[in-house]
């Protein structure tokens, strides 16, 4: 259940929830003689059944001083039930299906206006979760586990700027600190989560939307590599990208050619560290410069 409600003309109120029972029964059959056995160092996977119930909330508003400024804020209560694949893979031994549900108590507050051409939005938010999930790649776990209590905190900025009728420009920027709250990490940065990242970019109509031109900017920060836990991994290391479409629409058909990684800047954005050993690590490196064109249509 959701609801808006305009309680003012300036003013609106919106809350809901939801409320969601799962009910699981998980069995494993494991052959001893099947291929790929460890035989009697493996086992069968401790049955399950459980039932679960969660729920979610929310409590938001917005408040406009004018039709150039207004205010705006929530706090939520949210949860995301474990799914099939992240169950069979909990334990490495012994093997099991028990996987808690993560939740998350959020607030965010922020503003937002219009000033002639350019159009901004402002917001903070907190995030406290409990029991999130991770995958640890490496022995002796390699499974999935519920980390201790963690907490995202963070700014997000984004605006656009019409120059004129067939010109604009847009742009966002957020910081994100993402530590444990608790445990033996707490204060650590949780991995993959960078601190900075950013975006420009200029979308010109040409001609109407029969050709339209599209360049971005994307920068994304350094962050800590899955499985750094510790913090004491080197960095995945920050880049910056530039993508360019050109594009259109003619009725129901449409079209386009791109180059993403217009510079051919080589980079990772994944890598998986050693839990024990100073910078070993698998990093997986993405495509340089690739080109795609494009042409369909809609019926």
């Given at each position: 259940w959701q609801q808006t409600t305009t309680v003012r003309p300036t003013t609106d109120i919106?809350?809901?929830?939801?409320?969601q029972q799962t009910r699981l029964?998980?069995?494993?059959?494991?052959?001893?003689?099947?291929p790929g056995s460890f035989g009697p160092f493996d086992t069968a996977a401790t049955p399950l059944n459980s039932v679960e119930?969660?729920?979610?909330?929310?409590?938001?508003?917005?408040?406009r001083f004018s039709s150039m400024f207004a205010v705006f804020g929530r706090v939520?209560?949210?949860f995301r039930t474990p799914n099939v694949d992240e169950r069979i893979g909990v334990n490495a031994f012994p093997v099991d299906?028990?996987?808690?549900?993560?939740?998350?108590?959020d607030i965010e507050g922020g503003v937002r206006g219009r000033f002639g051409a350019l159009e901004w939005q402002s917001s903070v938010y907190e995030m406290l979760l409990n029991n999130e999930?991770?995958?640890?790649p490496f022995p002796p776990i390699g499974a999935n586990i519920n980390l201790d209590p963690t907490k995202r905190v963070g700014v997000e900025n984004s605006a656009t700027l019409r120059l004129s009728e067939v010109l604009r420009l847009k742009g966002g920027l957020t910081y994100t600190r993402a530590t444990f709250r608790e445990g033996i990490y707490a204060g650590n940065d949780v991995p993959l989560v960078s601190r900075w990242t950013g975006n420009a970019g200029l979308s010109w109509n040409?001609?109407?939307?029969?050709?339209?031109?599209?360049?971005?900017v994307r920068y994304v920060g350094a962050r800590r590599m899955d499985n750094d836990q510790a913090n004491f991994q080197p960095l995945i290391p920050a880049h910056t990208t530039v993508d360019v479409r050109l594009g259109g629409e003619v009725k129901n058909f449409f079209w386009s050619a791109s180059v993403q990684n217009l510079f051919d800047v080589q980079f990772f954005d994944y890598a998986v560290a050693s839990s024990a050993t100073f910078g070993r690590y698998n990093a997986y490196p993405l495509p340089g410069r690739t080109y795609m064109v494009k042409a369909g249509a809609t019926f």
């Open positions: 919106s809350f809901g929830g939801r409320l029964s998980a069995r494993d059959r494991y052959d001893a003689a099947a119930t969660q729920h979610a909330l929310d409590l938001g508003f917005e408040h939520a209560r949210s299906f028990k996987l808690k549900t993560q939740t998350s108590r999930i991770l995958f640890i040409i001609y109407e939307k029969f050709v339209v031109l599209d360049t971005v």
